[in-house]
């Protein structure tokens, strides 16, 4: 099994590429099951994730290429997938594929709204507390579906066809929103989605869709309205750049007292960050390439922060705030108010040497001056990364096992590191 082995004490110092968001990748992949046209997607990131999404699109009938390289061409832009949903051969996504990650859940409204029906498990994914799906099955059923639960799978119909419905969610759910809004596109009448999550994933997969025929308005806000059409045909589209990439490698860079050039990077989907990152004495500045971070010497200053839905503090960059803040100089509190139970890592940085107290939704970051090395484990993808983080300026070397959760949402995370400094590989172990 892989393992990240880093030696702490590096400052990072360079640019580091951003590649494609995964989080927009994945719903982007999914459009593609509306159209019997071929979608292009440019700029997809090469992570696990998107591999095995790939292969739960295959069983369903899509057939999927990923272009070579062409000359002059470098690595930091991510592939272009050729996606081909000519027929549907399958509208059931199995326990097996479903159960390994849960945005494949969102297979559900496009094979719906396509195909009149669809049985897809009930999803797996990370272990970051309980994550029900019960608002992605209210959002169906308003378009019109019947759903029944039956044995561990949501088996939904519209045989004749989904219904444009005022659907307001009482609580915002990126997948939820996402799911809906694949399905309304192909709807018969107008969807009005009240409360819809404000992610730019969101918006990216709505400008794709747009670009398929769909008729979107409202991007980037909270009530979307869709306009439904009789059927979508092929576009090509590139994937936003990945904010949580972005985040945690200026996370990263704040760590080690560096200073590195996020390029690519959207410094107006990092709002929330920028601004939490400034009251900790870090500097993060908008260039025309990207975002610019720099921590030169100082102590860090310690922050309280709350997650929240976009535009919100990302609970995808709260552990890696919380191994941040191990450095400042004072007591941080930070709240999850997203997941129950995304604490997972905070074991893990204690294994290093920080002082973090847990009380419901909230810990206290102590800030300490020494971190130590240690093996440590991660045990979801943002916990994966935080442990990264720690690392770089933990005394001594740190062996991070389960590397899988890393590689699910990271792409080359050891060479972009090291080529700013750090000394990190991957061993076997
Ligand atoms: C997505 C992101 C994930 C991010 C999260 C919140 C992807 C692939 N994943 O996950 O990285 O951390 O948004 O920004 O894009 N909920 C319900 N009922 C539902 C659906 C959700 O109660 O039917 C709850 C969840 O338990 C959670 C909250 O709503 O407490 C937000 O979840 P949601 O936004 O749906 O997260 P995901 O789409 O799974």
Redesign the pocket.
């Known amino acids: 099994m892989d393992a990240i082995r880093i030696r702490g004490g590096n400052r990072l110092e360079g640019e580091i590429p951003i590649s494609g968001a ?2 927009a990748a ?2 982007l992949m999914i459009a593609s099951l509306l159209t019997k046209d071929r979608l292009v997607l440019e700029n997809v990131p090469r992570l696990a ?1 998107v591999n095995m999404l790939g292969r739960i699109l295959g069983n369903h009938g899509v057939d999927m290429a990923i272009r070579g390289k062409r000359a002059g061409e470098h690595s930091g832009r991510g592939s272009v997938m050729t996606l081909h949903a000519e027929t549907i051969a399958d509208t059931t996504a199995p326990y097996e594929l479903v159960s390994r990650m ?2 494949s859940f969102w297979v559900l409204g496009p094979l719906l709204a396509r195909c009149g029906e669809a049985r897809v498990s009930m999803p797996g ?1 990370c272990a ?11 959002g169906l059923e308003a378009l019109g579906a019947k759903i029944d639960v039956e044995a561990g799978y949501v088996v939904a119909r519209a045989p004749s066809g989904l219904k444009g419905a005022h659907i307001a969610f009482p ?6 929103t ?1 799911n809906v809004l694949l399905a309304a596109v192909l709807a018969n009448g107008e969807t009005i989605i009240e409360n819809a ?1 404000r ?1 730019p ?1 969101v918006g990216d997969l709505a400008e794709c869709l747009i670009a398929m025929g769909g008729r979107i308005e409202g991007i980037g806000s909270s009530r979307l309205v869709v306009q439904g059409v009789a059927s979508l045909h092929g576009a090509t589209h590139a994937v936003l750049p990945d904010r ?1 990439e972005a985040g945690t490698y200026a996370m990263a860079a704040a760590m080690t007292g560096g200073s590195v050039d996020l390029v690519g990077a959207r410094g107006d989907q990092l709002e929330a960050l920028i601004e939490v990152l400034g009251r900790a004495g870090v500097e993060a500045t908008v260039t025309n390439t990207g975002l610019s971070v720099t921590r030169n010497g100082g102590k860090l200053r310690p922050v309280s922060v709350e997650t929240s ?2 535009p919100g503090f ?3 960059l709260q552990a890696q705030l919380m191994a941040l803040m191990t450095q400042a100089d004072g007591i941080s509190k930070i709240t999850e108010t ?3 139970n995304r604490f997972m890592h905070v074991q893990e940085l204690v294994r290093l040497g920080a002082n973090i107290a847990l009380d419901g939704d909230t810990a206290t970051v102590t800030g300490t001056d020494r971190l130590a090395g240690a093996q440590v484990m991660a045990t979801d ?2 916990a994966s990364v935080s442990l990264v983080i720690a690392a770089l300026a933990a005394e001594g070397e740190t062996v991070i096992n389960r590397v899988y959760h890393l590689d699910r949402g990271f792409e080359n995370i050891e060479n972009k590191l090291g080529r700013c400094g750090a000394d990190i590989e991957r061993i076997s172990i």
């Open positions: 995964k989080n994945l719903p994730d849960r945005a994914g970051i507390g309980t994550r029900p799906v019960d608002l992605h099955l209210m609580k915002v759910s990126v997948g939820a996402h999550a992610e994933e949580i839905p976009y990302a609970t995808d997203i997941f129950e993808l943002r």
